[in-house]
């Protein structure tokens, strides 16, 4: 069955760096996502990809992330110079259109977990 | 703006037995999408189950069903014959027709014992 993967699985960081996490969405799928997970809180939406656009982002998503589909598999999200408060898993999901034009359910890869020191 | 609440923190439930997953959401739109994810220890969040709002059957997926009433915007996950891999962490999520983003709730730890 096919799976949205992300590499690396563990990320530590010095704050002020730069990261970049990757995802391979499902193959046929059109709408790429990231959210991420704070520890002990609730899975947040940072942003939607379609397009080789920006569809929807959150009040989270600032200047400091930015998203790319470099080529026809890979969908980055770079966080310019981390911070302690950018340590959390990081979710890239995927989905395809349903028949009706909507957007068909959001298929979540195993997650990146960042840690900023 | 919608929000979604899962009021029990964690749930325990005995192998073999049903449990049922509370979720309640708020909402002024009438087309909407309801999801309920699991996340095992692996963090990896795995869709269980999907509701269209216009859609007035309960969906069911094998041993998982949900019980939607759309005038109460509630949407409970009920897990029968539990099995020791239905232990994790279990959210329901939230999807207006028109915007991506799914909207969380803060999650049912849900531990099986043998």
């Known amino acids: 069955e096919p799976e949205v993967t992300q590499t690396p699985s563990h990320q530590v960081t010095q704050m002020g760096q730069e990261v970049i996490l990757r995802c391979v969405p499902i193959?046929?799928?059109?709408?790429f996502y990231w959210y991420r997970q704070i520890l002990g809180q609730k899975v947040e939406f940072l942003v939607s990809?379609?397009?080789?656009?920006?569809?929807?982002k959150s009040e989270i998503f600032d200047d400091q992330f930015s998203v790319e589909r470099p080529d026809g598999s890979n969908f980055t999200l770079k966080i310019r110079s981390t911070k302690l408060e950018d340590s959390a898993m990081y979710f890239c999901?995927?989905?395809?259109?349903?028949?009706?034009?909507?957007?068909?359910?959001?298929?979540f890869g195993p997650g990146t977990r960042l840690l900023v020191l | 703006a919608q929000t979604v609440t899962q009021s029990q923190p964690e749930m325990s439930v005995q192998e073999a037995e049903t449990v049922t997953l509370s979720c309640t959401y708020d909402?002024?739109?009438?087309?909407?999408?309801l999801f309920w994810y699991k996340q095992p220890p692996s963090r990896q969040m795995i869709l269980v189950i999907r509701?269209?709002?216009?859609?007035?059957q309960n969906a069911t997926e094998n041993r998982f069903s949900v019980n939607f009433q759309k005038a109460a915007k509630s949407f409970s996950l009920k897990i029968s014959d539990s099995q020791l891999g239905d232990a994790a962490m279990y959210f329901c999520?939230?999807?207006?027709?028109?915007?991506?983003?799914?909207?969380f709730g803060t999650g049912t730890r849900l531990q099986v014992f043998p």
């Open positions: 193959s046929n799928h059109l709408y």
């Open positions: 990809f379609y397009n080789n656009e920006i569809s929807e």
């Open positions: 909402t002024s739109e009438s087309d909407y999408y």
């Open positions: 999520a939230y999807r207006s027709h028109n915007t991506d983003k799914l909207i």
């Open positions: 999901a995927s989905s395809d259109f349903m028949a009706s034009g909507l957007q068909e359910t959001q298929y």
């Open positions: 509701q269209e709002a216009y859609k007035q």
